[in-house]
């Protein structure tokens, strides 16, 4: 068992260190941000409206309608062939949105996370080719050399499952981060009042706790400064329309509740009462913002 588990961890940590595999990177990515360009598409594909990651969600049918189709092959080899086709076919095209979200999450990555996710990729779309030739071949009634396909698919499919759950469970791509909130439920100061720039998000820390204090259109917003998607620090980001973008991978969310505008995140930044006083401005955490102080993965 150790060897089994040292044997595969050596090969993903050759994939990491694949740099080989930063060109194809480098020619995809131009062609994933085009995709992701629209918030919308954005907010769709990284499951915003879902509340958690939507491409996990959506790997569960493909693989389990192909699994099934392998299993219906050999329980009920005749007068299963139907429904053997058509549950590779429902694969198929399941497979479609998949990729779409696969790639969105993708787009979100950087060095190591994003080598896997390109090996993850080539995989899960050797598996999906296989798939589709088995489909043609029991359309045809070829119905060994489809079962042969979709057997040989499973095994590819099964190859980018662990990268996959490599980059989930190891490199944790993907796992929102832990937000930390202020434990107070009084008003506590903030930052000065002549500190605040029109549209610019600054710095404060309430109780040993990072926030970003931002006045916009002459009212003044408080957010969480760690970014509920991968930790990045709201209070560099910038201020666009009414919300604030984190500078890591443009996660966008309202200023005024810390809902999620565009992702790639999922999970709402825990937002703050504001109020002046004096020459102070001073911030409460809400009811709503204590139960994100871990961030749903």
């Given at each position: 068992m150790n060897d089994t588990r040292e044997r595969l961890s050596a090969i993903v940590r050759q994939i990491e260190d694949a740099d080989f595999l930063d060109a194809p990177a480098s020619a995809l990515a131009p062609v994933v941000e085009k995709m992701t360009r629209d918030d919308a598409v954005k907010r769709a594909l990284s499951g915003t409206w879902l509340g958690h990651r939507l491409h996990p969600l959506l790997t569960d049918v493909v693989i389990g309608s192909w699994l099934s189709a392998t299993v219906v092959d050999f329980v009920a080899w005749h007068s299963g062939e139907r429904a053997s086709r058509r549950l590779v076919a429902t694969g198929i095209a399941a497979a479609i949105p998949t990729i779409a979200t696969g790639l969105s999450d993708w787009d979100d990555t950087s060095g190591k996370d994003r080598r896997i996710g390109i090996a993850h990729l080539a995989a899960n779309s050797t598996g999906l080719t296989l798939q589709m030739a088995s489909w043609v071949?029991?359309?045809?009634?070829?119905?060994?050399?489809?079962?042969?396909?979709?057997?040989?698919?499973?095994?590819?499919?099964g190859a980018g499952g662990y990268l996959g759950g490599h980059l989930v469970f190891a490199r944790r791509a993907g796992v929102d981060h832990e937000?930390?909130?202020?434990?107070?439920?009084?008003?506590?100061?903030?930052?000065?009042i002549d500190e605040l720039v029109d549209g610019e998000p600054i710095s404060a820390s309430v109780s040993g706790t990072p926030i970003a204090v931002v006045r916009n259109r002459g009212q003044i917003y408080a957010l969480a400064a760690v970014c509920s998607?991968?930790?990045?620090?709201?209070?560099?980001?910038?201020?666009?329309d009414d919300t604030l973008v984190c500078p890591w991978h443009g996660s966008a969310f309202c200023l005024a509740d810390g809902s999620v505008e565009r992702g790639p995140a999922t999970t709402p930044q825990p937002a703050y009462e504001t109020r002046t006083r004096g020459d102070l401005v001073e911030v409460r955490v809400t009811v709503e913002a204590r139960p994100l102080v871990r961030a749903v993965v």
């Open positions: 071949a029991r359309i045809r009634r070829h119905h060994v050399r489809g079962a042969l396909l979709s057997a040989a698919a499973l095994a590819a499919v937000v930390p909130v202020i434990d107070d439920d009084g008003w506590l100061a903030a930052c000065r998607h991968a930790g990045g620090p709201l209070d560099r980001g910038d201020v666009r």
